[in-house]
């Protein structure tokens, strides 16, 4: 038994003093200090534990959880792999990680997703889910699969963690556009469907134009237009109509605009089980910051203006993001070195996720309970899983950390195989100090 006493505990409903109680690999009791009998359950604990941890003026948060990650296995394991992308999402505080399909080959087949289940077992040291893909032709399988399993694979559809839909192209290409694939897909009442919304026309028409202007020297500044608001905006509606008319369990992936956080806020009148979803990306960066750091900032969606940065930080505190995924999507930075429409989208930003938060936080004054809330809570909740919340029974997967400590973000010391990230240079705040999964110090 291990008691971590005298921290700062945060969840989504309050941030007091108190102590956590691990044995096993769960979390045997939550003790608040204000309580009537927190000293003597406090003295009955410390006889009974094998090992006592003092964390006065050290917080504890839940591992966090993050359902949108590209950790680019299989196919792509020269610059990421399982291994190394799970040791980078640890020492972001990110304990559990769901990795999208489109790898190579994608994972739109039972087979296919049950030999990536195999390809993690030891691999990683975290909790690693996967999600399965849409393409125009698999929908039938697909809902097939998520009701009732593959006999012929072994897949069990608890081995799905959600379905995701590109409605518009991104790495890997599995843009779907056929309206009765998308149909068949939002009618699925059986798992979370997260769909990255951006309308396919209006972003080829913005980058024939920007390659009529500038030939194949397109500023990355350009990418905020090419991979525009108004793409967003208008493959993002659809979605919301159809996940309204379908009351589908619907996720809106990296939210980039205000306009979005908007109509996310009114459909979920009409449909409380639409989720909002954005990263640290449009959190942190703003069209600011092409000019600085070219393609290092390339993703997609784009980073946009910094009234959009302002909303969704607004959208954090207020409680219309529901959760935040990395989006993790590492490349080589030879291959960010290329020209614009050659350079891939994608940014390597896992291990500064609870960070970025916590700054962020500080920065704005948005209560602590509210990333607790974004990390891993709503994400536990939305996937059925009993862990991302300190509550009694739940697994212990926890991160202690330091708010009161400032660090400078450096490539040398990024875990991820691809050796940089955006951040480098950056001042954060919140040091990682020890982090457990299912009850054992990893860090």
């Known amino acids: ?171 890997g290409n599995m843009l779907v556009d056929s309206d009765s694939t998308l149909d068949k897909i939002f009618s699925i009442r059986e798992k979370p469907v997260l769909v990255h919304c951006e309308d396919e026309a209006t972003i080829k028409s913005n980058l024939n134009e920007a390659v009529q202007k500038y030939g194949e020297d397109i500023p990355f500044r350009e990418h905020e237009n090419i991979r525009s608001r108004k793409a967003c905006i208008k493959s993002s509606i659809k979605a919301l109509e159809m996940a309204i008319s379908h009351q589908t369990s619907m996720v809106l992936c990296h939210i980039s605009t205000k306009e979005e956080l908007e109509m996310v806020r009114a459909a979920k009148i009409q449909n409380p089980k639409i989720k909002a979803e954005t990263s640290c990306n449009y959190l942190w960066f703003s069209n600011s910051d092409y000019d600085r750091l070219g393609s290092k900032v390339k993703c997609n969606p784009s980073v946009k203006a910094e ?70 809570e709503n994400a536990a909740e939305l996937y059925g899983l009993n862990r991302g919340k300190i509550q009694k029974g739940y697994e212990a997967d926890l991160v202690v950390f330091d708010l009161s400590k400032e660090f400078i973000v450096k490539n040398e010391d990024q875990k991820g195989k691809c050796g940089w990230t955006p951040y480098a240079g950056e001042t954060l705040r919140g040091v990682i100090e020890t982090l457990f999964v299912n009850g054992n110090i990893i860090i």
């Open 1 to 171: 038994m291990i008691l971590l006493e005298n921290a700062t505990i945060v969840t989504s409903e309050k941030e007091a003093s108190g102590s956590v109680i691990i044995e096993g690999h769960v979390i045997k009791d939550v003790l608040y200090a204000d309580a009537e009998e927190y000293q003597y359950l406090l003295f009955k604990y410390r006889k009974e534990a094998g090992q006592i941890m003092d964390l006065t003026g050290k917080h504890i948060i839940a591992g966090g959880i993050d359902a949108h990650v590209h950790f680019r296995e299989p196919g792509l394991t020269h610059k990421a792999d399982m291994h190394t992308e799970s040791e980078a999402a640890l020492k972001g505080g990110v304990t559990s990680y769901m990795d999208m399909p489109n790898t190579n080959p994608a994972t739109t087949t039972a087979m296919a997703l049950k030999e990536k289940i195999e390809t993690a077992k030891g691999r990683v040291r975290g909790k690693i889910s996967f999600h399965i893909g849409v393409t125009n032709e698999n929908a039938d399988e697909i809902c097939r699969l998520v009701r009732e399993g593959d006999p012929q694979s072994g897949l069990n559809p608890e081995d799905i963690a959600g379905v995701k839909v590109f409605m518009g192209s991104s790495t």
């Open 307 to 376: 009234s959009d940065r302002e909303a969704l930080r607004n959208g954090l505190a207020t409680g219309i993001i529901d959760t935040i995924g990395s989006d993790h999507a590492p490349h080589l930075e030879s291959e960010k070195a290329a020209p614009y429409c050659k350079a891939p989208s994608g940014l390597p930003t896992i291990q500064q996720s609870l960070p970025v938060l916590l700054t962020i936080a500080h920065q704005e004054d948005i209560p602590l309970t509210r990333i607790a809330a974004v990390f891993s």
